[in-house]
């Protein structure tokens, strides 16, 4: 499997970024897959699921009502947009499996992950 990851950047608190997910797995469309992130001196926590045909999504609470998580099998893409942005949101943030209840369950590999960060 392999997993890239784009569109971060830096943005002014309250704007908007939409990242990115291309992934190589031929399988993607029968995985629940999610974002996750990682702040510095942080550990990596999951923020936002989807299942396998994008029926249900979940999302942590610290980001819920501002991110909305979305896939397109077809592409074997998977999108995270991303409102009203906080400097608490600054993290890398990384696309990989998830399970069907909304829980980690990554592959072993991590892609090189999209810095986003979040001015003041």
């Known amino acids: 499997v392999r997993l890239v990851e784009s569109g971060g950047g830096l943005v002014q608190a309250g704007g908007s970024l939409t990242l990115s997910c291309a992934a190589s797995?031929?399988?993607?469309?029968?995985?629940?897959m999610g974002w996750y992130r990682q702040a510095p001196g942080k550990q990596r926590e999951l923020v936002a699921t989807?299942?396998?045909?994008?029926?249900?999504?979940n999302y942590a609470d610290s980001v819920k009502g501002r991110f909305t998580i979305s896939r397109d099998d077809a592409k074997k893409m998977m999108y995270l947009q991303m409102n009203s942005l906080k400097p608490e949101d600054t993290a890398v943030y990384y696309c990989?499996?998830?399970?069907?209840?909304?829980?980690?369950?990554?592959?072993?590999?991590w892609g090189q992950g999209t810095q986003v960060t979040v001015s003041s």
């Open positions: 990989n499996r998830a399970s069907y209840s909304g829980t980690s369950f990554p592959w072993s590999y």
């Open positions: 797995e031929i399988t993607f469309s029968l995985n629940h």
């Open positions: 989807i299942t396998r045909g994008g029926g249900t999504t």
